[in-house]
C-alpha cells in the first residue's frame, strides 16, 4: 500500500491504495506536474463566461457535457513524492462516457515496484469494477485482477494508479469555491482554466448512478470531503484536463497525491471487453515489494 490513512481517533484506513506501484511509504508532500501557462481574461471571455452560467455551474457541468461527447481518448498521471523522490505513475487509453467503460495502459517507473523494469498494466474500467492484466504479485500473466470499486475505501479515485475518468469528471458535481482563472493554450485548444474545491460528498449525492457507489465510499475513507482543484474547458464546454490534489491524514506529515487527467480525441473509437469469470484471478495477491495486499 501506499499510504495508510488515520481517521483522527479512528482506526487505520487502507485508502491510497496504489495498487499497481508496489509497497511504498510516502511521508511527504507532493508537488503538481508542470506549468499551465495561464493567461488572463479579457472582456469578451468574461462576457462570453456569464451567459453560461457562473463558474460553479460550469464546472458542475462537465461531467453531463462529456457523456454528451461520448468517448475520448485519455492520458493520465498520478504523482506522490516522498523523501525527496517524485514518482508517477501514467495511463493511456481510451473512454466511452456513455457507458462508462475504458481501457487504459499504465506505465510504472522504474523504481516503483522495486525493480528495474516493468510490464505494461493493461486496466479495464467499468462500473463498480476496476480489472486489471500484468498485475504481478503472484497473478499468472494470463489472468485478470478484479476489483470491487464500491468496496476501496478511495472509490477507486487512486488505487489503480489511474482515476476513473469518469470519477474525474464526477466530482465536479461537488464544485465550491470556483474561480475562473482565465484563458490559456492547451494542445493547441483554447480553454478556459477553473480554480476551486469540489466536495466528495456532495458529488456523490448528485453524481450519476452508476458512478455513486466509488464516491459514496470515497466520502467515508477520505480524512476531509475537500479535494482542490484544477479544471479547463474549451468554449463547447468540454473538459480538457483535470487535476485533483488529494490530502490524506497519516501518523507523520500529510501526504498529498496529484491526479491528472488530459481528454482529447472526442469521438474516437473505445472497444472494452471484458473478461470472462474464467479469466479472473481468485487465489491470494502476494505482498510485500511485489504489490499491494490483496483486494
Same mark, same amino acid.
Given at each position: ?5 488515520? $481517521? ?5 484506513? !487502507? ?28 472582456? $469578451? ?5 456569464? !451567459? ?46 456513455? $457507458? ?13 515496484? *522495486? ?44 488505487? *489503480? ?20 482563472? *482565465? ?18 460528498? $456532495? ?15 470515497? !466520502? ?76
Amino acid at each position: 500500500m501506499v499510504v495508510r490513512q488515520h $481517521r483522527c481517533g479512528g482506526g487505520a484506513l !487502507a485508502v491510497c491504495a496504489l495498487a499497481v506501484a508496489g509497497v511504498m511509504t510516502v511521508a511527504g508532500g507532493c508537488s503538481a506536474p508542470g506549468g499551465d501557462g495561464d493567461d488572463g481574461a479579457d472582456g $469578451r471571455t468574461v462576457a462570453r463566461d456569464a !451567459a453560461a452560467g457562473t463558474p460553479v455551474a460550469v464546472v458542475r457541468r462537465a461531467a453531463g457535457q462529456l457523456a454528451v461527447a461520448g468517448s475520448a481518448e485519455t492520458r493520465t498521471s498520478m504523482e506522490t513524492a516522498a523523501g525527496g523522490t517524485r514518482v508517477t505513475i501514467r495511463g493511456e487509453g481510451t473512454y466511452d462516457f456513455r $457507458r462508462q467503460l475504458g481501457r487504459i495502459t499504465v506505465v510504472l517507473p522504474k523504481d516503483a515496484a *522495486g525493480a528495474d523494469e516493468h510490464r505494461p498494466i493493461t486496466e479495464l474500467l467499468a462500473p463498480g469494477a476496476l480489472y486489471m492484466k500484468n498485475r504481478g504479485a503472484g497473478v499468472p500473466a494470463d489472468k485478470w485482477v478484479r476489483i470491487d470499486t464500491t468496496a476501496l475505501e478511495d472509490g477507486n479515485l487512486l488505487t *489503480g494508479g489511474v482515476t476513473d475518468p469518469t470519477a474525474a469528471a464526477e466530482l465536479l458535481r461537488g464544485a465550491d469555491e470556483v474561480r475562473y482563472v *482565465g484563458r490559456t493554450e492547451l494542445a493547441g485548444v483554447t480553454v478556459r482554466h477553473y480554480s476551486g474545491v469540489a466536495d466528495i460528498a $456532495r458529488a456523490a449525492r448528485e453524481a450519476s448512478p452508476s458512478s455513486r457507489g466509488a464516491l459514496h465510499a470515497a !466520502a467515508k475513507g477520505f480524512s476531509t470531503d475537500s479535494v482542490p482543484f484544477d479544471a479547463y474547458l474549451d468554449d463547447e464546454g468540454l473538459l480538457r484536463k483535470v487535476r485533483h490534489r488529494f490530502t490524506f491524514a497519516t501518523e507523520g506529515p500529510e501526504v498529498a497525491v496529484v491526479s491528472t487527467t488530459l481528454l482529447h480525441g472526442f469521438g474516437a473509437p473505445v472497444s472494452v471487453e471484458l473478461p470472462p469469470e474464467k479469466e479472473i484471478y481468485t487465489g491470494q495477491v502476494e505482498q510485500g515489494r511485489s504489490g499491494p495486499e490483496t483486494p
